[in-house]
T-cell receptor, first 113, second 113 residues
Framework: AQKVTQAQTEISVVEKEDVTLDCVYE???????LFWYKQPPSGELVFLIR??????QNEISGRYSWNFQKSTSSFNFTITASQVVDSAVYFC??????????FGQGTTLQVKP | DVKVTQSSRYLVKRTGEKVFLECVQD?????MFWYRQDPGLGLRLIYF???????EKGDIPEGYSVSREKKERFSLILESASTNQTSMYLC????????????FGQGTRLTVV
């Protein structure tokens, strides 16, 4: 069975703090894909990053970075020097080799000025 | 730009009614998905379709059915709407490769009274 767990329901930080959003997944597939999406207050889901199961290289994009560790089945997302505009719900997702795409429960991030 | 369009932004229906939620994508994507989003539960997969007339149940298919007669259109059907189906419904589509991200519609807020 596939499962994505985002244990942090809500996180509140003050602007300029670093924050890490946790994501743990379960799958029996050897080939799979992991994603992060952002859902701002406007409601639309915005794609942030994709990672396949064979690529454990960490990735950095501006203030965003992602840490993928197969040994712990985790795909964590860090925002450095958070800003108010980062306030949103963030979803981690897992896609199997059959195409089925499932999401975690989401983490609501509030960045206070 | 990929465009996924859901037919209604808001719907109010009565208990027992048959409800159709329509979704159209314009990028010739093979895969299409229906999710419902509820606070604290994240996005839960109802059904997905990997080709015309092909479908697979997601995690919460009970009370729902789907139809995909044309590649660009994926319909979610509530045979007999109930109040516990009041929710935000999100449609998504993605390309045939399993490594491609999903693109989402704007969502339909369904209220069953």
């Amino acid at each position: 069975a596939q499962k994505v767990t985002q244990a942090q329901t809500e996180i509140s930080v003050v602007e300029k703090e670093d924050v890490t959003l946790d994501c743990v997944y379960e799958t029996r597939d050897t080939t799979y894909y992991l994603f992060w999406y952002k859902q701002p207050p406007s409601g639309e889901l915005v794609f942030l990053i994709r990672r396949n199961s064979f690529d454990e290289q960490n990735e950095i994009s501006g203030r965003y970075s992602w840490n993928f560790q197969k040994s712990t089945s985790s795909f964590n997302f860090t925002i450095t020097a958070s800003q108010v505009v980062d306030s949103a719900v963030y979803f981690c997702a897992l896609r199997s080799n059959t195409g089925k795409l499932i999401f975690g429960q989401g983490t609501t991030l509030q960045v206070k000025p | 730009d990929v465009k996924v369009t859901q037919s209604s932004r808001y719907l109010v229906k009565r208990t027992g009614e048959k409800v159709f939620l329509e979704c159209v994508q314009d990028m010739d994507h093979e895969n299409m998905f229906w999710y419902r989003q509820d606070p604290g539960l994240g996005l839960r997969l109802i059904y997905f379709s990997y080709d015309v007339k092909m479908k697979e149940k997601g995690d919460i298919p009970e009370g729902y059915s789907v139809s995909r007669e044309k590649k660009e259109r994926f319909s979610l059907i509530l045979e007999s709407a109930s109040t516990n189906q009041t929710s935000m419904y999100l449609c998504a589509s993605s390309g045939g490769g399993t490594d491609t991200e999903a693109f989402f519609g704007q969502g339909t807020r369904l209220t069953v009274v």
